[in-house]
């Protein structure tokens, strides 16, 4: 039996039951976390930083969560929103107004957060490295057409999304999205989140494991959807072996390359689940909260290949919003019961292959927690 430390509630045992269960048959390390009125009342973790198993996975490990990284950025505009210094209803090029060009001008943020601007590809871009060029991406991105007209359609922006909301957020603030995220985030919740990671941290990072019977050349040839669907994505193709490089971590890829373990997660997406609060620690008002679960679009995605309800930021699954990433990782909020659940791991599955059920099975068992 694989043993499973920190602190876990008595009435949420059957998470930590399920923990257990997933590190004895799928996963090699992983942690798990529920904050329950912005309070943890689980917060767990177990297994090895690393394929080999020789090294425990400790309460500080970080890894890579992929687009569960997309949760954070989200908040990062809502926060501005509820500030007064960004109007979600306001179009793009108000703050970018390079962003105008070609039939843009009547994007608007919200469309952005809710994968409806038409743009989910970089297209031009053949190399991972490419991406850490951050100028050079956002400039495409202002000078490309919409592949729809924004708004009437959606369509998972698996990278686009960071580089768009981030540079909305340079263009209001001054300061780069993983800069914004670390000073009126992570640093007033004390939250262990990073989006870039500074070497300082290095030596803290479970590597992420390529799914079995792969290698770390396996590649995220499209972003998977709740049902597996995936479709051809033009651009760099982003393999294992990128997301666990140095040259990633130090990035600023706001969409993906964001480095933590379920306790910030669940910290971090626990103050959109109650209110704006987490810890004692205000960082919106309640009603700059209910973006994140008010309906924006709904219908067939168009990437994804599949029914999606998108938010301002979120995707929404019956009372819950939230996301996850390439692999596993996973956090959902449910408002209504102001509860938050993360998953996250180092060992990968590829649901084109397998049935990857870890992160729902902890979501449903936090649930039996609350009766």
């Not at 703050?95 to 469309?111: I, Q, S």
């Not at 007033?188 to 989006?195: E, K, T, V």
């Not at 995605?301 to 301002?312: F, I, K, Q, S």
Request: proline share 6%; charged share 20%; net charge negative.
């Amino acid at each position: 039996m694989i043993d499973v430390k920190g602190h876990c509630e008595p009435r949420f045992a059957a998470v930590h039951a399920a923990l257990a269960a997933s590190l004895g048959k799928d996963d090699v390390g992983a942690s798990v976390a529920v904050y329950l009125g912005g309070e943890p009342v689980v917060d767990i973790w177990g297994g090895y930083a690393d394929a080999d198993r020789s090294a425990d996975w400790e309460r500080s490990t970080l890894t890579g969560v992929n687009s569960t990284t997309k949760n954070m950025t989200a908040l990062c505009a809502l926060i501005l929103a509820d500030r007064g210094e960004l109007d979600l209803s306001a179009p793009v090029a108000a703050y970018w107004p390079e962003f105008a060009a070609a039939g843009k001008e009547h994007v608007l943020v919200r469309h952005v957060l809710s994968h409806s601007a038409g743009l989910p590809d970089l297209p031009g871009l053949t190399t991972v490295e490419e991406l850490y060029d951050w100028e050079t991406v956002t400039a495409g991105l202002a000078a490309q057409a919409p592949a729809w007209e924004p708004g009437t359609a959606a369509g998972y922006h698996a990278l686009t999304f960071g580089f768009l909301i981030g540079e909305i957020v340079r263009r209001v603030t001054g300061r780069s999205l993983g800069a914004f995220f670390a000073e009126e985030v992570a640093e007033p919740l004390g939250a262990d989140f990073h989006i870039g990671l500074s070497a300082e941290h290095d030596h803290r990072v479970a590597p992420l494991i390529p799914p079995p019977s792969l290698t770390d050349e396996y590649a995220a040839s499209a972003p998977p959807g709740p049902d597996g669907a995936r479709r051809e994505v033009t651009g760099a193709a982003i393999r294992v072996k990128d997301a666990n490089s140095v040259a990633w971590r130090r990035a600023q890829i706001p969409a993906v390359n964001g480095f933590g373990n379920a306790r910030s997660v669940a910290l971090v997406q626990s103050v959109l689940a109650n209110r704006g609060t987490a810890g004692g620690v205000r960082l919106l008002s309640p009603r700059g909260c209910e973006p994140a679960w008010q309906e924006v679009f709904r219908g067939e995605d168009r990437v994804l290949g599949a029914p999606m309800c998108w938010t301002v930021g979120f995707g929404k699954f019956g009372n819950t919003f939230g996301w996850g990433g390439w692999g596993g990782s996973l956090v959902a909020s449910d408002p209504d019961a102001r509860m938050t659940v993360a998953y996250v791991m180092n060992q990968m599955i590829d649901r084109d292959r397998h049935e990857d059920n870890r992160g729902m099975e902890i979501i449903m068992a936090a649930y039996s927690g609350l009766h």
